[in-house]
């Protein structure tokens, strides 16, 4: 009676999940997007960062990278510009040129 009782809820509990997700299969439940995907290619070069000139993040050690972080980790608006565009464009604005 137990396992009758169990069964009658899970394929209760299955039947009102499965009520709220559209069927796949139906043609009308999919919204067509207006906006797509893909953008064209003048508006993905000015969204795309460009490769800035000077020092790459390559040159540059761990260690060199680390302090210059915990430099910019004193400045909040240099820490901010740190997570947004980089440790190296981050310090380079607030502190100027990298000394190594």
Partial sequence: MKSLTLLIFCCMMTASLSAGIPDSSDPK?????????FVKQEEAS???RQKRA????????????????EVCEANLACE????????IAAYTVYYGPIPY
């Avoid at 901010?80 to 440790?87: A, K, L, P, R």
């Fill in 29 to 37: 439940s999919e919204s067509p997007s207006d906006d797509g995907v």
């Fill in 46 to 48: 000015t969204l795309v």
């Fill in 54 to 69: 000077g020092v790459a993040a390559a040159d540059l050690s761990l260690t060199q990278l680390e302090s210059l972080r």
């Fill in 80 to 87: 901010h510009m740190m997570d947004t565009s980089g440790i």
